[in-house]
């Protein structure tokens, strides 16, 4: 409602989350010349969102990037704790002569997010502002024993990790650790163009000339969705049928909201019944992406998958 105050401030540790340090002289450049976003926007209140794809355009990781408080320049990636170590390779192998550092600080270094649970925006808070929607609230990367504190400090009131899946689901952002699959996955399919994740006038990076294109002549074929679900939720990984023909398939769920993502073909998004198992699905647009209605006239896959 128009002038209604926001709920009160949730916060839950990210267990799943890990930081990485570039530190270094030609840290930014190094970046720049890599990932999806510019890097040069980075401040140590501002994050961008990002990834490093394959030269052929496909998902590998995604992160933010948010400058190190403190003055000496270095960055820190926010990214999937589990895929950590995996990117720190990734990035020493394009690292050659560079004068860079990449370092794991996942041990001593956790994520916090914060929002409110009606998903109005928060402007002031600790860290950054979640840059792909306001809804998201904001994050702050801490030292693990003062994440408590913070939180506290912050005047949040302590929430589960489930509670801030369930904001993310219900606004119908993907998590990479259970959403997207490397190497396989295609940026646009999973927003990355509509969440600020993509800067389309920076210059190179890997995987630019196929995503490029792919904006440009419009032909991405499938999205990944918010989904309502009625009957039993399947599980994950279960694919979803219009008729006889799967067009999509379930990723991340929320049995209690009765709500989850799907990657879904847009030209059979708007099938009469689509069905899960035994559960019926119905697809939603979300308000941030406003284009979906005039893209899957075509039928066929992403370009270049």
Known sequence: MSGALPTEALASPLSGRGVLRIAGEEARSFLQNLVTNNVEKAGPAEAVYSALLTPQGKFLFDFFIVEE??????????CDGARAGDLAKRLG???????????????????????????????EGPGFADPRLPGMGRRAILPKGEIDSAIKAAGAKAASEDAWHRLRIGLGIG?????????????????????NGIDFHKGCYIGQEVTSRTKRRGSVRKRLLPVHVEGD?????????GGAREVGTLLSTDAETERALALIRLDLVRASVLEAETAEIRPEIPVWL????????????????
């Open 233 to 241: 939720m399947p599980a994950p990984g279960t694919p979803i049928k």
């Open 69 to 78: 408080p403190g003055g000496g320049g270095a960055l820190l990636l926010d």
């Open 93 to 123: 192998m394009y690292k050659l002569r560079a004068k860079v550092t990449i370092e794991d600080r996942s041990e001593a270094l956790g994520v916090v997010a914060f929002w409110h649970e009606d998903a109005s925006p928060m402007a």
């Open 175 to 195: 998590d990479a650790a259970k959403d997207f699959e490397p190497d396989r996955t295609f940026p646009l399919e999973v927003n990355f163009d509509e969440l």
């Open 290 to 305: 406003p284009a979906l209605a005039a893209e899957g006239d075509d039928n066929g896959d992403t370009e270049g998958e």
